[in-house]
C-alpha cells in the first residue's frame, strides 16, 4: 500500500497532459515561439551568470519542446507530478495525503498565464530537492556548514524561491539563532549584489526568470512556493498528534488518502478551469495556423465559429484572400473594419505577427521585415524568437541581402528544432537559379514591389494598387484592393480602378 499513493500521482500526471495536449496546446506554441534555445557557450553563459540561471536554463531547454504539443505537454505533467512526490517526501501526510497535491496544482495555475516560464517550476523543484537532500543528512557540524553554505549557492541557481528551502530547513529560532544570523547577511550580500548585476535591484527579490513580464510578481508561483512549507508544517504537526493503533494505519493508507486526494482534485481543478484563458487559447490557434499556413483548416475553422478578435480576423481575411474567396464572401463573417484586413502594427510583441504573415503573402517582403523585426524587439524579457529569426532569414533571402540572412541561419543551426531547415536553406544564399525555381520565395521576388517609395505607417490603397500593378498575376493584392474598398465604401476609388484594369 506504500506505493499505491503514486497511483493517485500518475492520475495527477495524466490529467495535467491531457489538458495542456488538448484544452491548452497553443498556450504551449505560444511559449515556444518568444524563445530561442541555442547549444551556444555565450548563450549558456548569459542565462546562468544571473541569479535563477540554472532554473532558467532548464526552463528554456524544455521550453523549446513546446512546439509539438504533445511533447510539451508531457514535459509539464512530468514536471509538476515531481512537484507533488517531492513535496509528499517532505513528511509524514497520513490523512492529509490530498494535501500534497496543492503546490502542484498552483503551479498548474502559475502556468496558465502564458506569460509565466517554466523555469519557475524548475526553481521550486531544485529547491525541494536540495531540502530533501539535506533531510537525509545526520545532525552535526557538517549538516550545519553545509546548511548555511547551500542557501548562497541555491539563491544563484534558482533565484528567491530559495526562500523556500530556508523555511523548510530552519531549526528552532532558540536553538539556532546563528542561522538566521548569517540568512539575514546573506541577504545584505544580495542587496549590495544588486549594484553590479544588470538587473533591476527589485528583480533580486522577486525573481528575474519567473515571469515575462520584469515589472510582474507571479502571485501563484510564490503562493505555491510557501504552500509547501505551510502545509509541511501542518502534516508534521497532525503526524506527531497521531495515534500508532492498527486501524489508524489501515485507514491512512488506502480510504482516507482517497477521500482527501479526491477533494483536494475537485477543489483545485475547479480553481485551474476558473483560472483558464480560453479566449486567449482561440487567438493563439488563429496565430499557430497563420503562421504554419493551414489555410484549409483555417476556412474548416471560421465555416463553424467565427472569430470576433483582430488576430482571428486578421487571418480569416488571409485564408479567405489566399483561396480567392475574399471580395464575394467578406461580409459573411465578421469584420473589423480596415483593423481586420491590414491593422496597423502595434508596440507589443503578439499581434503584429499575424499582420506581419499577410505582408509576407501580399509580396511586401519589406514590410514583413520590419513588422517581424519590430515584434521581436518588443518581447519583454528580451528573449529572441526562433519563429522571427526564421521569418527575416527569409525576407532577407528574397531580398538578395545574403549575408544577413546567413547570420539568422547560422543561429538556427545552433537548434534543435530548426536545424534541418536552416541546413536546407543556406545553400540557396547566392543562387538565383535556384531561388527562381524555390516555389515560395521564387514566387514572391516576382511579387514584390519593382520600385522603392515612401512607406508611412498605414498600408493605402495606393500601395496595393501599385503591388497588383507591378504584377497582374498577384491575385492576393487584387483581394486585398477590392476588399479594402468594400469596407472603406469608396465607390469612386473602386470604379475607377475597375476601369482601368478593364482598359488593360
Not at 162 to 185: D, E, H, I, M, T
Request: net charge positive.
Amino acid at each position: 500500500m506504500k506505493y499505491f499513493h503514486y497511483v493517485y500521482t500518475l492520475l495527477f500526471g495524466v490529467a495535467v497532459l491531457l489538458f495542456f495536449a488538448l484544452a491548452y496546446p497553443h498556450h504551449l506554441h505560444y511559449q515556444e515561439q518568444f524563445q530561442l534555445f541555442l547549444f551556444d557557450g555565450a548563450y549558456v553563459w548569459e542565462i546562468v551568470r544571473l541569479p535563477g540561471g540554472i532554473a532558467d536554463l532548464l526552463g528554456r531547454f524544455c521550453t523549446q519542446f513546446f512546439l509539438y504539443a504533445w511533447v510539451g505537454s508531457l514535459i509539464v505533467a512530468i514536471l509538476l507530478s515531481l512537484v507533488q512526490i517531492l513535496t509528499l517526501r517532505s513528511a509524514d501526510w497520513g490523512r492529509l495525503y490530498g494535501l500534497s497535491f496543492v503546490p502542484a496544482f498552483l503551479l498548474w495555475v502559475f502556468l496558465l498565464d502564458e506569460n509565466a516560464l517554466l523555469g519557475g517550476v524548475w526553481a521550486v523543484i531544485i529547491t525541494l530537492l536540495f531540502s530533501w537532500a539535506f533531510d537525509k543528512l545526520a545532525d552535526g557540524w557538517l549538516r550545519r556548514c553545509l546548511l548555511v553554505a547551500a542557501v548562497p549557492v541555491l539563491y544563484w541557481m534558482v533565484g528567491p524561491v530559495c526562500l523556500l528551502f530556508f523555511l523548510l530547513q530552519a531549526p528552532s529560532p532558540k536553538r539556532s539563532a546563528w542561522y538566521y544570523g548569517v540568512f539575514v547577511l546573506l541577504a545584505l550580500m544580495t542587496f549590495l549584489l544588486s549594484y553590479f548585476l544588470p538587473v533591476p535591484p527589485r528583480s533580486l527579490y522577486t525573481g528575474i526568470h519567473y515571469h515575462r513580464y520584469p515589472t510582474v510578481v507571479p502571485i501563484f508561483l510564490w503562493v505555491a512556493s510557501l504552500s509547501v512549507f505551510v502545509l509541511t508544517l501542518i502534516a508534521r504537526s497532525f503526524s506527531n498528534r497521531r495515534t500508532d493503533s492498527r486501524p489508524a494505519k489501515i485507514s491512512a493508507s488506502f480510504a482516507v488518502p482517497l477521500i482527501s486526494f479526491v477533494l483536494v482534485a475537485v477543489v483545485m481543478g475547479s480553481v485551474v478551469w476558473k483560472n483558464s484563458n480560453f479566449k486567449a487559447e482561440k487567438v493563439m490557434r488563429y496565430d499557430f495556423m497563420a503562421r504554419y499556413q493551414q489555410w484549409n483548416r483555417i476556412l474548416q475553422t471560421i465555416s463553424t465559429e467565427k472569430p470576433n478578435n483582430q488576430i482571428g480576423v486578421t487571418v480569416q481575411n488571409l485564408a479567405l484572400a489566399i483561396h480567392g474567396l475574399l471580395c464575394d464572401h467578406l461580409f459573411e463573417y465578421n469584420q473589423n473594419g480596415l483593423s481586420g484586413l491590414l491593422p496597423d502594427v502595434g508596440t507589443d510583441a503578439v499581434s503584429p505577427l499575424p499582420t506581419a504573415e499577410a505582408f509576407y503573402q501580399l509580396g511586401m517582403i519589406t514590410v514583413a521585415q520590419r513588422t517581424v523585426f519590430e515584434a521581436q524587439e518588443a518581447i519583454l524579457d528580451f528573449q529572441k524568437s526562433g519563429r522571427c529569426y526564421q521569418r527575416l532569414a527569409q525576407t532577407y533571402l528574397i531580398l538578395g541581402n545574403y549575408e544577413v540572412s546567413r547570420k539568422y541561419l547560422t543561429a538556427l543551426q545552433k537548434t534543435i528544432f530548426y536545424r534541418e531547415w536552416a541546413n536546407k536553406t543556406l545553400p540557396l544564399l547566392g543562387n538565383e537559379e535556384a531561388i527562381a525555381k524555390h516555389p515560395e520565395y521564387g514566387r514572391l521576388r516576382q511579387l514584390t514591389y519593382d520600385e522603392n517609395f515612401f512607406f508611412g505607417d498605414h498600408v493605402t490603397p495606393e500601395m496595393l494598387e501599385r503591388l497588383y500593378q507591378s504584377n497582374k498575376d498577384n491575385r492576393l493584392a487584387y483581394e486585398y484592393l477590392i476588399a479594402y474598398y468594400l469596407l472603406t465604401g469608396d465607390r469612386e476609388r473602386y470604379t475607377n480602378f475597375m476601369r482601368k484594369i478593364g482598359k488593360q
